[in-house]
């Protein structure tokens, strides 16, 4: 069973940069070909995927409305997922999820994610 705990949240003004953290256990040597995500849930809307990785780190997909200012990434033996989120907008105030998907892993699908940390709250001011 794969545990996921997030970490690094907070209040920021738009512009400005955070970075998320997922520390992640439970892996197995099978589980090299998850696929791990980050996902925002706003309030009054519906939770959308934002960034995903390859536990192997080859691929990468993000959602548009993030192209450019953030970036996932993993380290210590993938044991910990990053989410680098820079130029900040009022917009991206969301609770943010770490998750995490068995193989076959296609990071562009964001359905299938069955492991879910509990969310770290971030909030851009104007």
């Known amino acids: 069973q794969v545990q996921l705990v997030e970490s690094g949240g907070g209040s920021v003004q738009a512009g400005g940069s955070l970075r998320l953290s997922c520390a992640a256990s439970?892996?197995?040597?099978?589980?090299?070909?998850?696929?791990m995500g980050w996902f925002r849930q706003a309030p009054g809307k519906v939770r959308e995927g934002v960034a995903a990785?390859?536990?192997?780190?080859?691929?990468?997909s993000y959602a548009d409305s993030v192209k450019g200012r953030f970036t996932i990434s993993q380290e210590n033996a993938q044991k910990t997922l990053y989410l680098q989120m820079s130029s900040l907008k009022p917009e991206d105030t969301a609770v943010y999820y770490c998750?995490?998907?068995?193989?076959?892993?296609?990071?562009?699908?964001?359905?299938?994610?069955?492991?879910w940390g509990q969310g770290t709250q971030v909030t851009v001011s104007s």
């Open positions: 439970g892996y197995t040597i099978s589980s090299i070909n998850y696929c």
């Open positions: 998750a995490a998907k068995p193989p076959p892993c296609v990071v562009r699908d964001w359905k299938g994610y069955i492991n």
């Open positions: 990785i390859t536990l192997g780190g080859a691929y990468t």
